[in-house]
């Protein structure tokens, strides 16, 4: 058993490290939120913290909704279920003004709570594998407490069931937060799940505007058995327009219908108000049965003859260790910043200075996050680039160059040949400036665009960026983001040093959609920004845990968007399944 195999089973982690068991989606909602804009209401957020090691680090936020005190939030929060561990949560609710990051001192806090994942009241119940079985012994779902001993012995597969859990919100002291409660739906999401691309249109909808014309949005909620809904999606705002074309979306079978063809979904056509009071239009009822037999133009439903889903498609769901051990190689390229603000590399106070007794934090940073790429890297062999220095022979400022000084084979072998180029270097260059990362950003895209286009799922690219202060060239920067948002690359920025990182918040889409100086969007979210400062005393695998956290997720979003499956299939074990239902 390979190494990537052992990882991917959930008896392995015994006595070592810990294996996923599953992926769980969790989904928020609040209610009776406190009120703290004077002339609207709050504009909720949620973000989701992890504890590990003792310190809290974010994983996720929801969407912000404008002016409203019981937001139901529509992203979906995706967590790793690990069965052994005890996984601390913590949710915390603020009212968001303007772009800035989270937790500024212009955002207020609504309050938070915290909870372990097994207190979502997440189910374990054997897998059967025989349904006819399973309908024989017609099992009931059971509250399990299981010692991992056990499941290990037994080699049981978790299962995690619907369900939801209700908190009060605490602010500051465990002081309640009026009556304000959130709720948190947890559902288990496998690797062998399907998932469906739905786009949805609506012709001659009812105008509500007095002086324009309707701005309409749709929202999903599946009916549960117990008779109550859950939001499955909600779609962009089409302003000014009667007969809405919405964008495609994705969305899990087991989100959307439970896996169950036959489940009600009930969707809702609303007019958009800023203040939150938005017009019904319409709704109609539809199964996951119906969808099927009308995609490709056809009515939805009788009832509502203005609702039409003109595009319909069945798909794999595949996850990040699908893609890797169907043969997709890590590329992993460094980038480090030799500006003069660096301070002089012959000082102790440079953080370039090498201190034979222990690394700066350019290296910590560096090896924290290599050794982790250099494992899904067969060769072993990474660029090392540096920009913002005056480089022999001629000490022109150079603002990509390779810090080996070999311009026809920038590569290192392993993590070790890059410490020692960068070694190397310090005495040999002269540290300047401005700090200009675009020129880098856009070398790495178009190696990762290639000559050709992008047929297979072999290799995608991390460009780790390692810098003491806010990039100069923040509009070309931004622009170059959002270019290579097309290409198969992930870009990790690391602050080093006590500056101010503020205006770096900006380059992480997580506070929002990053665009050009054009206005033109990312195509997706890739980049993660972190000031080391944050973790200087915490181990190295925690910064490379935080600033990796977002890759996997990345590199399913590019080839699931490029509709690219992993170069070797992986062989779906539920034949019988929903996902397997041909288009």
């Known amino acids: 058993m390979s190494e990537s195999q052992e990882a991917s089973s959930p008896v392995a982690g015994i006595g070592g490290p810990a294996a996923c068991v599953t992926k769980v989606e969790l989904r928020v909602s609040c209610k009776s939120l406190l009120d703290r804009d004077t002339l ?13 090691q003792g310190q809290w680090t974010e994983l996720d936020r929801t969407e912000v ?24 949560l913590r949710f915390e609710v603020y009212d968001i003004h303007g772009t800035h990051s989270i937790g500024t001192r212009d955002d207020d806090f609504l309050g938070g709570v915290e909870c372990t994942l097994g207190q979502v009241r997440l189910i374990l119940i054997l ?63 496998s690797g062998n799940n399907g998932y469906v691309e739905l786009s949805f249109c609506a012709k001659k909808l009812d105008d509500k505007d007095l002086f324009s014309k309707s701005d309409p949005f749709l929202e999903i909620y599946r009916v549960n058995d117990d008779g109550t809904e859950q939001l499955v999606h909600r779609t962009e705002v089409i302003k000014n327009n009667l007969n809405p074309v919405w964008e495609p979306f994705k969305v899990s079978l087991i989100s959307l219908c439970s896996c169950d063809e036959d489940r009600k979904l009930r969707c809702l056509v609303w007019d958009y108000d800023s203040r939150g009071k938005h017009d019904f239009i319409g709704e109609f009822y539809a199964t996951f049965k119906e969808m099927q037999k009308v995609s490709g133009g056809n009515k939805v439903s009788e009832r509502d003859p203005r609702s039409h889903m003109p595009a319909f498609d069945l798909h794999r769901l595949y996850s990040f260790l699908d893609y890797i051990m ?46 982790i790429c250099q494992d899904y890297d067969s060769d072993k062999r990474f660029s090392a680039l540096g920009f913002g220095a005056r480089i022999p022979p001629n000490y022109e400022v150079s603002h990509d160059f390779a810090i080996n000084f070999n311009p026809d084979d920038d590569e290192c072998e392993e993590i070790q040949g890059v410490v020692e180029a960068y070694q190397n270097c310090l005495p040999k260059i002269q540290l300047y400036g401005p700090t200009n ?20 799922a072999s290799r995608y690219h991390i460009l780790l960026i390692l810098t003491d202060g806010v990039v100069t060239d923040m509009a070309d920067t931004r622009e170059a983001i959002v270019r290579a948002s097309y290409q198969p690359l992930s870009i990790i920025i690391v602050g080093v040093g006590n500056a101010d990182f503020t ?78 239902t041909p288009d």
């Not at 609207?40 to 590990?52: G, H």
């Not at 978790?158 to 948190?184: E, N, R």
């Open 40 to 52: 609207n209401k709050s504009d909720p957020c949620v973000m989701l913290m992890v504890q590990a």
């Open 65 to 88: 909704i404008k002016s409203n005190l019981n937001p139901v939030f529509a992203k979906v929060l995706l967590l790793d279920y690990y069965f052994e561990e005890v996984q601390k």
């Open 437 to 456: 990362v675009a020129p880098i950003i856009n070398r790495i895209a178009k190696q990762a665009a290639g000559k050709e286009p992008i047929k297979d």
């Open 503 to 580: 205006d770096m918040q900006i380059l992480d889409g997580d506070d929002g959609v990053l665009r050009s100086p054009k206005g033109e969007p990312v195509l997706r979210d890739i980049v993660q920004f972190v000031p080391f400062r944050d973790f200087k005393t915490a181990s190295p695998a925690a910064l490379a845990k935080c600033v990796l956290a977002e890759v996997p997720k990345q590199v399913v979003e590019y080839f699931s968007h490029k509709v690219i499956p992993p170069m070797c299939p992986v062989l779906d074990s539920t034949p019988n399944s929903i996902a397997n």
């Open 127 to 189: 897998h059967l594998y025989s349904a006819t079985l399973l309908k024989r012994l017609n099992l009931k779902l059971y509250l399990a407490s299981v010692q991992l001993e056990t499941v290990a012995h037994l080699a049981f597969s978790p299962i995690v069931a619907q369900k939801k859990m209700v908190k009060p919100l605490l602010l500051k002291y465990g002081k309640y937060a009026g009556k304000s409660t959130i709720t948190i739906h947890a559902e288990e999401i």
């Open 326 to 371: 169907g043969g997709c190689q890590i590329h992993f390229t460094v980038a480090i910043d030799f500006t003069a603000s660096n301070g002089d590399p012959r000082n102790s106070c440079s953080l370039h200075y090498i201190n034979p007794y222990q690394p700066n934090e350019y290296l910590k940073a560096l090896i924290a996050v290599g050794e």
